[in-house]
């Protein structure tokens, strides 16, 4: 019976094997995949088969001989295509074909031109299997098959089906845990779930946000416009365009903390520079200052730093509405000037960066393709900051000026390691081997910033610049309180738990000499207004969620992405309401409206994204001073 069912399917065996090998030579020979050990290898090979068993398994659905072998070489064309497809892509922008790229191209170059020159002769490779299959189809007869036993062997063909599907999944699981969750990179989810289910995941995702698109008008951007005017705060006179000209660098410090800042560890001060820094003239430190990510975590921050508007509650906004219309920093700043780029030393696609860059406006993306990364000066997830900073400088130095560079650091991210000629004060001594270890990753960040301060005097472009550091998520979670608690000397409560959230904000002003530690309590969403006013260009009508740091209206509420939220006088966490002076649980009365406002904000800054709505609004509509300066 074995061998009947062998003959009356050869075609489809054929075809799923010749399909599945091929595409798995494809990876080897047409992308640069960086497989680390043999688990991922392993992953790698099998993550075509789910997808093939299920297309072609239609096939046993199909009685007739003839339309049936039509079907499976149309498949393995299909196939051969989305391969072939994205082997050319990859060669021009080092990543995979995902949706919103194929709508929106115009801030990268013109892809059509770029195929035709990165097709390889090789390429017919890719159309191995649809000759195999067109052989298989010629030689070996077939002919209609409609039995009864069929519909059993189908039955647990598709169940075979489902459980190497799981199978793939949970593998990748345990390689990448939260990866459909949280995406990361479409490197990765190639990497683990294959190219074909890659691009239905793809499909999943874009058609969701497309969903929620098509489902708005543009009134509702009235209602939050209403909200968003009445709140907002006018720049304070002093401070506006102070930095006028200037080239503007922001810098995202990777996972750092407040609560290291100031402070010691076993009679180590852990950041010299940075605790210079906060008593420094020429610069404002906020030590009230919180971070207000989600899953998205850097690329969350960088969301909120350029739009002043939240990431999404349950996936990474860089990934689901790459294709919105902004309204960011970037663009403001670039109609205004300045030459806007990004320096960040990792692959270009992480967190779905380059095509959320094009949506954002930025002119320019220096990705790991722009710096000397080799073993030497490289640990962990790459090129180590002080290299880093090293290579960016002598970047920056032949840029067009103004310029507004927003930098990544890399090196302080988990799990927090260094080699030996790295580390400049010992390990904690905590049960926790992370929290431990973050210290030394934290100096050596401080180091890397002190050396870049350095580099920027040396080359001439500190005076001209103004310096805008901010920590841009936690570095040690919930999982680590008691070795939090350990070190904090105290335990550690929910109260706790939210204040942790707080990230050290440096504006340095090279010159200004009027300085100071700032108490106020403020978050990310409050950078995009600061950094404009500071610009001296006005934000009066734009659709943003924060306000000037610096303006007397600014308001002390802080609302996290999980509906946590910061007062000056109140901080609510795991729907109790605390003191802040004292970390006491205190009446609930006092926290009630900020729920309410908490509510209302992620809401309509939800509304914003989901609805794609900033396509409805005009184009220099309510910012008269921005006309004035063209
Ligand atoms: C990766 C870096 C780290 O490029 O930004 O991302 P994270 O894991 O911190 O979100
Ligand atoms: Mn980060």
């Not at 995702?205 to 416009?225: N, P």
């Not at 320096?343 to 406006?361: C, K």
């Not at 067009?400 to 927090?416: A, G, V």
């Not at 000499?513 to 978050?523: D, L, P, S």
């Amino acid at each position: 019976m074995k061998k009947v069912a062998w003959k009356k399917h050869s075609v489809l065996i054929i075809a799923i094997i010749a399909t599945w090998i091929t595409t798995y030579v494809g990876y080897l020979t047409s992308f640069n995949l960086k497989i680390e050990n043999v688990m991922q290898q392993f992953i790698l090979f099998m993550n075509p088969l789910s997808f093939l068993l299920l297309i072609y398994g239609i096939a046993l659905f199909i009685k007739n001989a003839k339309k049936r072998n039509i079907y499976i070489l149309s498949i393995s064309i299909i196939t051969s295509i989305i391969m072939f497809s994205n082997a050319v892509f990859y060669r021009f922008f080092n990543d995979f074909i995902t949706l919103p790229v194929l709508f929106q191209t115009s801030n990268f170059r013109d892809l059509s031109s770029s195929v035709t020159t990165n097709m390889h002769l090789l390429d017919v490779f890719f159309f191995t299997d649809v000759i195999i299959i067109a052989l298989a189809i010629r030689y070996i007869p077939q002919g209609d098959h409609n039995d009864i036993r069929s519909k059993i062997g189908r039955k647990l063909y598709f169940v075979a089906t489902a459980a190497i599907l799981m199978i793939n999944l949970g593998l990748a699981e345990m390689e990448r845990p939260q990866l459909l969750t949280r995406s990361f990179d479409r490197e990765l989810l190639v990497k683990n779930i294959g190219t074909y289910n890659y691009h239905i995941y793809d499909l999943f995702i874009q058609s969701k946000t497309h969903a929620q698109r098509a489902l708005a008008d543009g009134s509702e951007l009235v209602e939050v416009g209403n909200y968003i005017n009445a709140n907002y705060a006018a720049p304070d006179p002093e401070m506006y365009g102070i930095a006028k000209g200037r080239n503007v660098i922001t810098v995202s410090l990777e996972s750092l903390q407040n609560f290291v800042i100031n402070n010691e560890m076993n009679g180590n001060e852990i950041t010299p520079f940075l605790n210079e820094l906060t008593r420094d003239p020429d610069t404002f430190y906020f030590s009230e200052f919180y971070h207000q990510t989600g899953l998205g975590k850097t690329s969350d921050s960088e969301f909120i730093l350029e739009n002043s508007l939240f990431g999404k509650s349950d996936s990474a906004v860089f990934f689901t509405n790459s294709g919105n219309t902004f309204d960011s920093l970037s663009e403001r700043l670039g109609e205004n000037g300045y030459y806007t780029n990004v320096m960040h030393a990792n692959n270009r696609s992480f967190w779905n960066r380059d095509i959320m860059y094009g949506a954002l406006g930025t002119e320019k993306f220096y990705d790991v393709e722009s710096y000397d990364v080799d073993e030497s000066n490289s640990v962990g997830w790459g090129l180590k900051d002080k290299p880093y900073f090293d290579q960016s400088v002598e970047i920056m130095k032949g840029m067009p000026k103004p310029f507004y560079s927003r930098m990544i650091t890399l090196t302080n991210h988990h799990p927090f390691t260094l080699g030996e000629e790295d580390i400049s004060i010992p390990e904690y001594d905590s049960n926790s081997n992370t929290l431990n270890r973050y210290f030394q990753t934290v100096r050596y960040m401080d180091e890397a910033v002190k050396l870049f301060f350095d580099d920027l005097k040396a080359s001439g472009l500190y005076d001209n610049s103004i310096i805008i550091m901010y920590g841009d998520h936690y570095g040690i979670s919930e999982n680590h309180n008691k070795a939090m608690g350990m070190y904090l000397d105290k335990e550690i409560t929910p109260y706790d738990n939210a204040t942790l959230q707080k990230v050290p904000l440096y504006i340095h002003i090279p010159g200004y000499g009027k300085g100071h530690e700032v108490k106020e309590v403020a978050g990310q969403i409050d950078l995009r207004p600061t950094i404009l006013h500071l610009a001296g260009i006005d934000t009066k009508g734009d659709m943003q969620m924060g306000a000037d740091l610096f303006s007397p209206d600014h308001e002390q509420f802080v609302p996290f992405r999980d509906g946590r939220f910061v007062t000056d006088k109140n901080v609510y966490a795991k729907e109790v309401c605390y003191d802040s002076e004292t970390g006491e649980e205190t009446d609930s009365a006092e926290c009630e409206p900020f729920i309410e406002r908490t509510a209302t904000e992620l809401g309509y800054s939800d509304l914003i994204i989901n609805g794609d709505l900033l396509r409805f609004k005009e184009k220099n509509e309510v910012s008269p001073e921005k006309d004035a300066s063209k």
